[in-house]
């Protein structure tokens, strides 16, 4: 079914019915009319509708601009496509339900859609160059060239960025919508104060955007990876709701920003360097060209001083373009050879300079380091992990005697692999490059064996909230109900590193009242809390006492977790100080030991789970499956300066790349 707006463009009814002639509708260089050309006989059917857009653009002088955005539209046109069916439309309700349903986890509101609607089942495809008519087309570009002229900051804006990062019609590979029309009607307004006012900012394109960040009314982003069916791009109706993914929220930003004449574009990492997943976020530039990012909808701040330029170490970073980019197409063949598919369709450009820090211009890879597996690929890709798989991200030519990739960011473990029969066959063992020394460094098994001991499947990083607020935490003890009168039983000061730590009390005194108090600023985060009495291996019981009130006011994070004997569930206090949690033991005890539980998102190895440890020689190596009886897993006779990857078969998908270096694990 053609996209068509009722009433639009009733100028069309004076269009001849016939074919054009080639010269009719060319563009002005032999490239540019050549992929016309293309497009034109891709269209088939629908080529009429598309000769009506270019025909009504060349009636005037006036619109010579106006036909040459015609001409970039529809010679890419060919290159999009977006699935259909009415499941799929019933899926999208997911994000409705995210906005509204806030009481309700994502994975509840994902089980319940696919509950609800059933199996999605296989879609229909259409592409945009049999469904556009030129009623849709035309409205596009009239809007595009309406906010270019008209908003004050558009004197600021080149034709070749308002064609790349303005004038598109979609995305990627969402369903065709008249969509610029109603998001101008429904934020323009937010701008008009600065259009009236006499600020220079209003002719600053990221100004006039921060502005617009600042004025908009609902910009809570409930964020989630859970999804019941894997989306594209979901589109311009949906996005508004601002749930899901950095994807969803960065597509609204898009929409946003082009609707009210904003160029803006998508940046992205395929893999990052240091965690099992990609990122995109948005792109504006100043009226002086100077580059700006946000994680939307934060403000946007200048490139060079966001967290992403200062600290991710991925080593490609790209910009989605709305063109093919031809060159890279170009350069990607290779004798027929297959191409691994993110660069089938490249329709994106390398920006890794931008994002420069750490960086080289060139890597050569020592032809000493390579395999002598036989291979037929001549393209050699960069791959990063992505758990035990390896996912591309950079490709070159491979010549015999050398291998040289070129704008790399520093610091990720890599590897290098050709592509062939579907399958990525590799050349070289894991490397990173060193930020300092520019060197490489390969993790080559050894010949020598060492005993190592693991505390979790997956890097800490953002456990560490949690495990600051554990410094400061203080056991006590007394034998009143109140606590007016207590003792120190124990008080924190080192961030625990595992699941279940274990500390001795030197107190001779018994104690009816034992309780956890959390310290300064910490909402009293913490998961578990066993009291032992003293020659006693079982657990003390008693009544759970504590401070009733969670952070969350839905009653997921009370007190009664810490006792509930499930690491996975936590107490996170209404308030930032005042918190506790302890038991009433009945009658007066003497505690021996304390075995405390932090705050977590369950990544420690937990006891009773099953793990499986791999090793990385060419491929991954079993050194062997168990089941945790502790919060630890002792493995012997491991390769020296072997890269691991430790699976949980149990639950959980967070799983990352380790080394394991002067006996602790070094997450890469």
């Not at 967290?307 to 989605?320: G, I």
């Not at 977590?600 to 190895?605: E, G, Q, T």
Request: glycine content about 6%; proline content about 5%.
């Amino acid at each position: 079914m053609r996209i068509r707006k009722v009433g639009y463009y009733i100028l069309f009814s004076w269009f001849v019915a016939g074919s054009l002639c080639l010269g009719l509708y060319s563009c002005k260089n032999k490239d540019t009319q050549t992929a016309l050309d293309i497009a034109m006989e891709k269209a088939g059917d629908n080529r009429q509708e598309l000769e009506k857009v270019l025909r009504h653009y060349q009636q005037s002088p006036a619109d010579s601009l106006k036909y040459k955005a015609a001409c970039f539209l529809i010679e890419n046109m060919p290159y999009y496509s977006y699935p259909v069916g009415e499941q799929l439309d019933n899926y999208k309700t997911y994000f409705n339900w995210l906005r509204h349903y806030r009481k309700k986890t994502p994975q509840q509101l994902s089980d319940s859609i696919r509950q609800l609607f059933g199996p999605i089942g296989e879609l229909e495809k259409k592409q945009d160059i049999h469904e556009i008519d030129s009623a849709y087309l035309c409205h596009n570009i009239e809007w595009a060239f309406k906010v270019w002229q008209e908003q004050p900051w558009g004197k600021h804006i080149s034709f070749a960025t308002f064609c790349e990062y303005l004038l598109p019609y979609r995305i990627e590979d969402e369903p065709l919508k008249y969509w610029r029309e109603e998001y101008y009607n429904k934020f323009d307004s937010l701008l008009i104060p600065l259009k009236n006012s006499n600020s220079p900012d209003k002719e600053n394109p990221v100004a006039v955007a921060n502005y617009l960040i600042q004025k908009l009314p609902h910009k809570y982003h409930r964020y989630t990876g859970i999804f019941p069916y894997s989306f594209g791009h979901v589109g311009p109706e949906h996005v508004q709701y601002l749930t899901g993914s950095c994807r969803e929220v960065t597509d609204f930003a898009v929409y946003l920003f082009r609707a009210l004449g904003i160029p803006c574009a998508i940046d992205f990492i395929p893999v990052r360097g240091n965690v099992n997943a990609s990122h995109l976020w948005v792109v504006c530039w100043d009226k002086y060209g100077k580059e700006y990012m946000t994680d939307f909808p934060r403000e946007l701040w200048p490139t060079e001083k966001n967290w992403w330029y200062e600290h991710d170490d991925s080593p490609k970073v790209y910009r989605t373009t709305f063109s093919l980019n031809r060159t890279l197409a170009e350069e990607t063949g290779y004798d027929g050879e297959e191409i691994y598919p993110f660069w089938s369709l490249p329709k994106f450009t390398d920006i890794t300079h931008v994002y420069g820090r750490h960086y080289l211009e060139q890597v050569r890879i020592p032809v000493s380091r390579l395999y002598n597996t036989p291979t037929k690929g001549r393209i050699a890709y960069l791959c990063l992990s992505y758990r035990k798989r390896w996912i591309p991200v950079d490709r070159t030519v491979y010549k015999r005697g050398q291998l040289i990739f070129n704008k790399l960011r520093k610091g990720s473990v890599m590897r290098i692999a050709t592509y062939e029969n579907k399958e990525l066959v590799y050349l070289t063992d894991p490397f990173y490059i060193d930020k300092n020394t520019n060197e490489l460094h390969f993790y080559t098994c050894g010949k020598q064996m060492k005993e190592i001991t693991l505390y979790s499947k997956y890097q800490l990083t953002n456990d560490e909230l949690f495990l600051n607020r554990m410094l400061g935490g203080v056991f006590e003890g007394s034998n009143r109900a109140d606590f007016k009168t207590k003792d120190t039983l124990f008080v924190i000061r080192e961030k625990p590193y595992r699941l279940n730590t274990s500390v001795k009390i030197h107190s001779d005194k018994s104690y009816r009242y034992v309780r956890y108090i959390g310290g300064k600023n910490s909402n009293c985060n913490i998961a578990e809390v066993v009291f032992y009495a003293v020659g006693d291996d079982i657990p003390l019981k008693g009544k759970v006492i504590g401070t009733p009130g969670c952070f969350q006011q839905d009653g997921s994070h009370e007190y009664t977790n810490v006792f509930d004997g499930k690491s996975w569930t936590s107490f996170d206090y209404k308030e930032s100080e005042g918190g506790w949690a302890g038991l009433d033991l009945g009658i007066p005890t003497q505690i021996d030991k304390i075995v405390y539980t932090p705050r977590n998102r369950d990544n420690y190895i937990r006891p009773g789970d099953t793990y499986e440890l791999f090793y990385c020689n060419k491929d991954w190596i079993s050194a062997g499956e168990m089941q945790a009886t502790s919060d630890s897993l002792h493995y012997q006779q491991l390769p020296q300066n072997a890269l691991l990857l430790l699976c949980n078969y149990t639950r959980g998908t967070q799983e990352r790349i380790f080394v394991y270096e002067n006996g602790n694990q070094i997450w890469k």
